[in-house]
């Protein structure tokens, strides 16, 4: 198989081995169990997409790359592997250990800095690249104008469609130039709605008018920047299809028509995963399969059931042999997958260290110079939204109380696969003043919870209470709690280290920073801003409901 603009020739592949290119698959624990192993040695699938699962560290993600690819190289037709993950920033990521973790998309946006878009991506990039690590599965260049949104958020750039396109482009490029395929996501766009894919099928009832003017504007930028993928979303859009509740991923009209067809999309389109309930429930994600590369899907994601990988694959060889999946289509698909593969292995298959910054640990970049990009992109970000009692920066006597309240969960989604907040936010404050006493609560506290803080609090009459909330606006038990401290009348700051649009559910609080990100540069840089170390400069990239339109933000205290 000669691919266009390419000597190298690949070995000539079997129908099987076609049909597992269109496949990316995960699995359970830090090593693939036999039947996955022996998956991957047949040639049956083309991808692998990596989750915390299945490592605990770098390094051993780095063993586990590295493990992958011997089994997909072992037969000589065989064809090395995309290794995909999610390491978005912010609350979506898959490595936490032996990596530098920067905050997310708004977090980026809010500093005002299309070069930290592209500077971010590229530390990323990097250190993903020397683990073995070819495709993130980034950015996300939904553009988050529903303040409901329960899954999109702080994970988009902000509300506004030119600057989302423009710091998308800015991402992918900072991915590419270091030999990262990019993923943009999730066409046409997931947000403006209040359901999570992962639950249930969204549906954005827009005009295409409407669609061209805000949910693909980021697409058609990514695509002029020579985007390497892009990721289909489980959202159905009656204007551009009129099957009832048909998804975007298994819609011919939508990944056909409208992106390969008007946006001139020729690069690898993939499907979220199949096995998320705004699919599976309806159609199974085995004959999803089938349907989104008939619709023009290039890779099917099943990250999950082995049975249901070996029941895809199955069902793609046995549609290509009866003629419902055109051979033509097939071909096109592998020759999208392959010619991606070339670039990416253009220096060779990972081979345990052989070749410097492939396959080896990420001790061979500038972790340090990384994680200082992360701090200073975690500063940059803050936004002083609310400064009405001059609480900031805090001038506390060395005997006053700072009592800290934070929440504990393991992800408010399923897309954050167990991310939370942790005590490094107490430990930083301690830092600075030693009195600080933090109390962890769970997602949405209980009356008789609420009742016990307020009866501490009514005794020990701290200082500060400094209430960390996260996404407010899906735990009610926040929102009362907030609400009832505030009428205490103690001083009081509200810091959200998820989306800021929580300030509309309680406005009477009158100091309030917006963090966007819960990562330890964040909670680190977020002490050192309360203590007044630096000025405020983050601005808001989406606007506050009845309060505060995008691009405010307080300058000074």
Not at 271 to 297: F, H, I, K, N, S
Not at 503 to 530: H, I, M, N
Request: proline fraction near 7%; charged fraction near 20%.
């Amino acid at each position: 198989m000669l691919m266009p603009g390419s000597n190298k020739l690949w070995p000539e592949l079997s129908l099987e081995e076609m049909v597992g290119q269109l496949l990316m698959i995960g699995f359970e624990g830090k090593k693939p169990p036999p039947e996955v192993a022996r998956f991957l040695v047949e040639g049956k699938a083309g991808g692998v997409i990596l989750l915390a699962r299945n490592f605990g560290d770098a390094r051993e993600a780095a063993e586990l790359v590295l493990s992958l690819q011997k089994l997909a190289t072992t037969r000589p037709s065989g064809l090395p592997l995309l290794i995909a993950i999610d390491q978005e920033g912010g609350p979506v990521v898959r490595l936490r250990q032996g990596i530098t973790l920067f905050p997310g998309n708004m977090a980026v946006s809010a500093t005002g800095n299309p070069e930290y878009a592209f500077q971010a991506a590229a530390a990323v990039a990097s250190e993903l690249r020397a683990l073995g690590i070819n495709m993130n599965l980034a950015p996300v260049v939904d553009v988050n104008n529903n303040p409901c949104n329960p899954v999109i958020g702080v994970r988009s750039f902000g509300e506004d469609p030119k600057m989302v396109a423009e710091l998308g482009i800015q991402a992918i490029k900072g991915y590419q130039s270091r030999g990262i395929a990019a993923v943009a996501k999730h066409f046409p766009g997931h947000g403006d709605t209040t359901v999570d894919s992962h639950q249930g099928m969204p549906r954005i009832g827009h005009p295409l008018s409407r669609l061209e003017e805000v949910e693909l504007v980021p697409f058609r930028a990514a695509i002029n920047a020579g985007v390497a993928g892009i990721m289909t979303t489980h959202c159905s859009f009656p204007a551009v299809d009129s099957a009832p509740n048909r998804p975007a991923t298994l819609s011919p009209a939508v990944l056909t028509g409208l992106l390969r067809e008007k946006l001139g999309f020729d690069g690898v389109l993939l499907t979220d995963c199949l096995e998320m309930r705004g699919v599976a429930e309806v159609y199974g994600p085995e004959q999803a399969a089938v349907l989104a590369v008939q619709a023009g899907a290039d890779l099917a994601l099943l990250t999950h059931s082995f049975d249901k990988q070996l029941t895809a694959h199955r069902l793609l060889v046995e549609a290509v042999r009866s003629g419902l999946l055109p051979y033509a289509r097939l071909e096109a698909a592998v020759q999208r997958v392959v010619r991606l593969k070339q670039w990416l292995f253009a220096e060779g298959v990972p081979t345990g260290g052989q070749k410097k910054g492939v396959g080896e640990s990420p001790d061979q970049v500038d972790q340090a110079e990384n994680q200082s990009l992360a701090q200073q992109i975690a500063a940059a970000a803050l936004t002083l939204v609310k400064n009405e009692e001059g609480l900031l920066p805090l001038k506390l006597a060395p005997e006053e109380e700072i009592y800290l309240l934070s929440f504990h969960h393991q992800g408010l989604t399923l897309a954050e696969e167990g991310a939370g907040s942790d005590s490094r936010l107490s430990q930083a404050l301690k830092k600075r003043h030693h009195r600080t006493r933090e109390r962890v609560l769970s997602l949405s506290p209980t009356a008789e919870t609420i009742e016990r803080v307020l009866g501490e609090l009514r005794a020990s009459r701290p200082g500060l209470v400094l209430i960390a909330t996260e996404d407010a606006g899906l735990a009610q038990g926040q929102v009362t709690l907030v609400k009832e401290i505030a009428a205490t009348g103690l001083p009081l700051v509200v810091v959200a280290l998820r989306t800021p649009y929580e300030l509309a559910l309680f406005p009477e609080v009158k100091t309030f920073v917006a963090a966007y990100s819960f990562q330890p540069v964040t909670l680190e840089a977020l002490a050192g801003l309360l203590w007044g170390e630096f000025l405020p400069t983050g601005k808001l990239p989406v606007s506050i409901p009845g309060l505060y339109p995008a691009g405010y933000g307080r300058s000074r205290f």
